[in-house]
């Protein structure tokens, strides 16, 4: 087994000119008169709707109220409170879906208040003054170790050291963060910006990562649950799901996920590339389709197979890819990719047009040019790695678990996509918060967890 604990500095490991330092933020900072306009504009509900959409829970309300009253460290003291990664969160999250879209202004018809443009004026503001909000807790003797160093981790990490439990966080990966630092949309949050913020989490002191530990191969979770005295699986999911289709192994042809990695952590050259299709509907193919056309590729298509209206991707972001250029194909299910020759790369798709039910048209088939295709039909779900456990219980690939995390199994709990299938990052962080209140209270004796 190998592991690694060389955490300094984490941002000195990226590479200056990976290829997502193109990417400029798609949603400005706002400037401090401007966020105290914003924030004076806001109705401080009692019952806030907005507080009930976002999953972790924030005090929206109090926290927009001390904005307006110049109280930045307070603000960022409220967030953090319940969101310790609440300044990846206010790039990340989509608010237009959360507290935004819950916002009472919007039954007004009124432009709702822009509580993610708010959060991050002052998170931003308390990392750039480098204040420090919690302490670790007077130590317990009691040990945690936790599977994934992504948001879920990170977050029950963070609250378990306040609460003074030892911490050690188990990745395979030799970068902290997880799709924070490798998959987000750079246009939302590069991955200087994740690591800084993975260090911001880290300085509280006492959790220890150890890189390059596969749990599973390198060690197994019965070692590990001999090692400490609870556990927390938060690991992300898998590989890029594949379309299943005859010459799928062409060149240029590669999951969406493991495409975005690519862009976010090296230096690509697309100069070749002239015609991009992504596969899927999703917010993944929303993400790449917007990344080729930054990256200059001229004429990008998305190709789904059912209808606009249909598609599972947020509306806002389908919006503004079409704004940068994106032409859409739907209705067009992939039945093979094509080549100049054997052996070369990929030329086209081939696909069958399909009916408003999804159903094949006899005889309708149409080939879209491509010389690179990026499939994002989904990812993996890694929750089978526990499936070997006696009382820990898996279904369609997720870890089944009660609403505090717990898998059934004594002292096991768990976490972000491998239990909920793949929401937001600020699921992620809101179940790996309670996990770790839940676990908290288990080995202080008060649950049978």
């Not at 039954?107 to 998170?123: D, N, S, V």
Request: glycine content about 12%.
């Amino acid at each position: 087994m190998t592991a690694t604990d060389d955490r300094a500095p984490l941002k000195a490991r990226l590479l200056p000119d990976r290829a997502e330092t193109v990417f400029g933020d798609y949603k400005k900072a706002l400037a401090r008169d401007q966020a105290i306009a914003e924030a004076n504009r806001c109705l401080f509900c009692t019952d806030a709707p907005c507080v009930k959409a976002c999953p972790t829970h924030i005090d929206i309300p109090q926290f927009i109220r001390k904005i307006a009253t110049g109280n930045e460290e307070g603000s960022a003291r409220t967030i953090f409170s319940s969101n310790i990664l609440g300044m990846t969160c206010a790039r990340v999250c989509p608010v237009e879906v959360l507290c935004v879209g819950d916002c009472v202004y919007n039954a007004k018809g009124e432009e709702p208040i822009q509580i993610g443009k708010l959060q991050r004026y002052a998170t931003d503001l308390a990392f750039e003054r480098g204040t420090r909000f919690f302490e670790a807790g007077p130590d317990t003797g009691k040990s945690v170790g936790l599977v994934g160093a992504g948001p879920a981790s990170l977050a029950a990490a963070h609250r378990l050291r306040r609460a003074g439990h030892r911490v050690t966080i188990y990745e395979k990966r030799s970068w902290i963060g997880g799709l924070n630092t490798t998959g987000v949309a750079p246009h939302k949050l590069r991955a200087d910006a994740s690591l800084e913020e993975v260090e911001w989490v880290l300085a509280i002191g006492g959790i220890e990562v150890k890189t390059g530990v596969a749990v599973g191969h390198d060690v197994t979770f019965e070692e590990l649950e001999k090692r400490h005295d609870a556990l927390f699986v938060g690991v992300g999911l898998g590989a890029d799901t594949r379309l299943g289709v005859p010459n799928e192994n062409l060149g240029n042809i590669e999951g969406a996920v493991a495409f975005i990695e690519r862009m976010k952590l090296e230096k690509l050259d697309l100069s070749a590339h002239q015609r991009c299709v992504v596969v899927g509907g999703g917010n993944t193919a929303l993400d790449a389709v917007r990344e080729a056309r930054t990256l200059g590729i001229p004429h990008v298509t998305l190709l789904y197979r059912g209808s606009e209206a249909g598609m599972s991707g947020y509306a806002h972001e389908w919006e503004a890819a079409k704004v940068e250029g994106v032409v859409p194909e739907w209705r067009l299910q992939p039945i093979a990719f094509e080549a100049h020759a054997i052996g070369t790369a990929v030329s086209g798709v081939r696909c069958q047009r399909l009916d408003a039910n999804k159903k094949p048209i006899a005889g309708a088939e149409v080939t879209i040019p491509a010389d690179l295709v990026l499939v994002a039909i989904g990812q993996a779900t890694l929750g089978e790695l526990l499936a070997a456990l006696p009382g820990v219980k898996i279904e369609k690939g997720r870890v089944v678990t009660d609403e505090h995390g717990f898998t059934g199994r004594k002292g096991l709990y768990a976490g972000g996509d491998c239990r909920n299938g793949g929401k937001e990052v600020v699921n992620a962080v809101a179940e790996g918060d309670a996990a770790a209140q839940a676990i908290d209270a288990y080995l202080k004796g008060s649950t049978h967890g």
